[in-house]
């Protein structure tokens, strides 16, 4: 045990302690960075309940993995939250309420898209998907600009 011996190898083996956990601390932001970026690339549907025995939260959830290669198809990422108190942030976040079933969908830019307390076909939901976004038209005008000389 020779790092108990002198004082200037013991005050070495924390500085190294430090610098591992410095360094497990940057590569666990790397980590979870890339998991955020990569995640702004799909679509996030959120399934919160106030527990796993939910009804609603069970056929959602079958519904779900009848047509799973449809999910694939949209790049759509799902998360089950069914324990408010560990995931109460999340309830809060969202603005959720703890006991119910809430389904929660977001854009891939992060935005909610879409909501309900009810179970939705995969019907609606993939038609929901894959509609195109509503343009804004100008106040007034609902014909195109053409180009006036």
Do not use: C
Not at 12 to 38: C, D, E, G, W
Not at 64 to 70: E, H
Not at 74 to 81: C, E, H, Q, S
């Amino acid at each position: 045990m020779r790092y108990l011996q002198g004082g200037s190898t013991s005050l070495s083996a924390p500085t190294n302690f430090h610098r591992m956990k410095n360094f497990a601390t940057i590569i666990f932001f790397l980590a979870f960075s890339a998991v955020v970026v990569q995640a702004q690339g799909v679509r996030r549907l959120m399934l919160f309940a106030g527990d796993s025995t939910n009804t609603d939260l069970q056929l959602q959830r079958k519904w779900l993995q009848s047509d799973s290669a449809g999910v694939v198809q949209r790049d759509i990422w799902i998360a089950v939250f069914a324990d408010a108190r560990t995931f109460r942030r999340m309830y809060d976040h969202h603005d959720v309420d703890r006991d119910e079933f809430t389904l929660v969908l977001m854009k891939k830019d992060g935005t909610e898209q879409f909501r309900s307390e009810k179970p939705v076909p995969l019907k609606d939901l993939f038609e929901l998907i894959d509609s195109p976004p509503v343009q804004a038209t100008e106040i007034g005008n609902s014909k195109p600009r053409s180009n006036q000389n």
